[in-house]
């Protein structure tokens, strides 16, 4: 067995004293989350829209770029991860060399974060308890991909489609045609479609059990800010997530090898109606969809990003623009999600993505972070001295265990030789704590071939 490197042995000490945080975080965390706040109710779509104001109910703070007043974050917000990510404002620790964060941002919340060590390199107000709009479709991809396999085929009733909410996104499913899991998902993921997401819920038995579901998975995955009232993310009473959250769902979903194809594909084929032709004899054709991630297919002003492979956007009266992206740069695969950016500039949530992650890229090394996104629940309970390790067993079910085997242009590579000596001094005990965790240290993140090809 080859010896391990030094960044290897750094990054057994850092699981270490995450973990051991994540055990002594996870009874109390629950109480201090806080309860959600109703929002007002008003239909709109997924696709993009303009800002709106904050949850009826929020504190007002300085005018926003528009005049009106801006909500300032709650004094005290939920604490996991870190104790930092927990105070309103920027939370940064800048060393030697290390870039000043953009200026310019407007968003009330956003998080920079290392996908593989789940370092957070940077937040501001991380748990801001806000309404989240179709980003919230991550957990729900990440809570229904393993359940239906992509060839499925299911012919859609009259009933999937009535509580579709009014203005919603729609990729255009037809009542009673016949399409496939892998149709539905790549009109959930490209067009953001609420019509893919209620036929998937229908196939899974129903929206009501398909949101609670989805409530039981973000529990699991620690994302304590998050009450999911509709699957689609469309704006109801209650729905909040956070900048945190939503990227704890990111770093979830993307260790499903389904979960990464649809997040990046750029462009597909989507079934069409069925007709009949002159002759009475009956065809379907199709027609193309594109994804609406600016950051993956760019824009009149804004260019596609380098390295980007997702993950998820969405915008709503309550939410304003929301964004979660995933990219690689040498190596280092980043997380960033912004949300309700105070700018109404167009594309503005996915200009202030690309100047945290250009920050993210420059920064990385050079700061100390200053919180981590927590493992799931399953993972640190089988890190637990005498537990069994299980593996990618263990990791599916906190959304960690899915991929391809090996990994493709987002692998981050081991870099260096020796420094055993760390290692070697770990107990015992340690070392069976560190197994059940081993994902956290071993799991590679890979990423779409897509972004190899850019590149």
Known sequence: ??????????????????????LALTAPVTL?????????????????????????????????????????????????????LGRPGPQVQLAGGAPVLPKDLTARSWIVADAESGQVLAAQNAHWRLPPASTLKMLFADTLLPKFPRATQYKVKPADLADVGSGSSMVGIKENETYSVHDLWLGVFLRSGNDAVHVLSAMNGGVPGTVAQMNEHAEELQALDTHVVSPDGYDAPGQVSSAYDLTLFARSGLQKKDFREYCSTLRAKFPGETVKNKKGKTKRGT??????????TGDYDISQYQGIAGVKNGNTTNAGATFTGVAER??????????????DDHNEVYKETAALFDWGFAAAGKVT???????PKSAVATAQPGAKPSGDSAGEAG??????????????????????????????GVLVLLAGAAFLVNRRWPLPDLVRRRR
């Open 1 to 22: 067995m080859p010896a391990p490197s030094k960044q290897t042995a750094r990054r057994l000490l850092l699981v270490t004293s995450a973990t051991f945080a994540s």
């Open 32 to 84: 201090a989350a806080p309860t959600p706040t109703p929002t007002a109710t008003s239909p709109s779509p997924s696709s993009p829209a303009p800002s709106s104001p904050a949850p009826s109910g929020a504190p007002s703070g300085k005018p926003s770029a528009s005049g009106s007043p801006t909500p300032a974050p709650p004094a005290g917000m939920s604490s996991v991860g870190g104790e930092a």
């Open 287 to 296: 027609f193309e969809i594109q994804n609406t991630n600016r950051l993956l």
């Open 330 to 343: 040498d190596g280092r695969v980043l997380l960033v999600t912004v949300m309700n950016p105070g700018k």
């Open 369 to 375: 972070p200053v919180g981590e996104l927590v493992p």
């Open 399 to 428: 959304g960690a265990g899915a991929g391809s085997g090996k990994p493709v242009a987002g692998a981050v590579a081991e870099r260096g030789s020796g420094g055993v000596g760390t290692a070697l001094a770990i107990t015992g």
